[in-house]
């Protein structure tokens, strides 16, 4: 993850401002602020349950906001279509990959750039995701149900690449792989971001690889924003080392518990 950083630019690619989203009667974010500058990669740490793929949602258009307000490169997309938000820039790799399991590794990629006329920039663009992720390549023909659960987390990730996307939503891209898996999908975002100057906005449990990945980072608890801070300050904070890196501190282990409410400095 040594690759050179792409400039980051002071204005937000990405704005929420108090942005709450339900399911039913049940508010899963409650009044959500968070920008995401054009260039950087920025993650949302948090527990199950927290709102995090909730947030994805409401960006992406597949869930529509009770209150507040999404824009991205200054256009208000409060609750558009998700179509449309993807013609404007925006790709959403969910939460479980969700591949087309019945077609084929290219069909599936080929997908992704449904909104594209541009032929001579599609296949420039098949031939950067297969050198990102070669073994795509020689699976190309196979049925994407097929392919193990890290390949297919390559290939939601490539698919979302397919669209050319200003901005990336990435959720819980180590769900269910392994150590050295999720070691190697990280090394292939940060690469694009760095290769081609994609923002990504970072979903992830694994609060140790997404620091290290990203530049800013938001901490949710119980659908708010409780903390954020650029990820070099956020991992040196006491209530990210013990709560999300496992690194107990002794100094203040004894009068700081993790409690069903917690207060965060």
């Known amino acids: 993850m040594s690759a050179t950083p792409p400039p980051i630019s002071d204005l937000p690619v990405l704005r929420l401002l108090n942005v709450e ?4 009667p049940i508010k899963a974010i409650r009044g959500v602020s968070l920008q995401v500058r054009r260039g950087e990669i920025a993650t949302v740490l948090g ?6 793929t909730t947030i994805l949602k409401t960006i ?7 209150k507040g ?3 991205f490169k200054g256009e208000d997309i409060t609750a558009r279509d998700p179509a449309y938000i993807v013609q404007q820039g925006l790709s959403h ?5 969700e591949v087309f ?3 084929s590794v290219r069909d599936n990629l080929m997908m992704g750039a449904y909104t594209r006329s541009d032929s001579d920039g599609i296949a420039h663009d098949l031939e950067t995701v297969y050198r990102y992720f ?3 390549r020689e699976r190309a023909a196979q049925d994407a149900g097929l392919l193990s659960g890290g390949q297919q987390q390559m290939l939601a990730i490539s698919r979302a690449l397919m669209a050319s996307p200003d901005l990336i939503l990435l959720d819980e891209p180590s769900l269910g792989l392994s150590p050295r898996l999720t ?3 990280f090394e292939i975002v940060v690469r694009i971001n760095r290769e081609r100057g994609t923002t990504i906005l970072l979903v992830e449990q694994n609060a140790n690889m997404a620091l290290n990945a990203s530049d800013y980072g938001y901490v949710l608890e119980n659908g708010r924003i409780v903390m954020q801070d650029t990820c070099a300050h956020l991992r040196e904070k006491d209530d990210i080392k013990e709560f999300y890196l496992g690194l107990k501190n002794e100094g203040v282990r004894g009068e700081r518990r993790w409690k069903k409410k917690k207060t965060w400095r």
Do not use: F, T
């Open 47 to 52: 527990s199950n349950g927290a709102g995090k």
């Open 93 to 97: 790799v969910p939460e479980g990959r």
């Open 69 to 71: 307000s999404v824009e």
């Open 183 to 185: 070691k190697e999908i």
């Open 134 to 136: 070669p073994i795509l």
């Open 21 to 24: 989203s339900a399911y039913g």
């Open 101 to 103: 399991p019945l077609l």
């Open 60 to 66: 992406s258009g597949i869930l529509d906001p009770r």
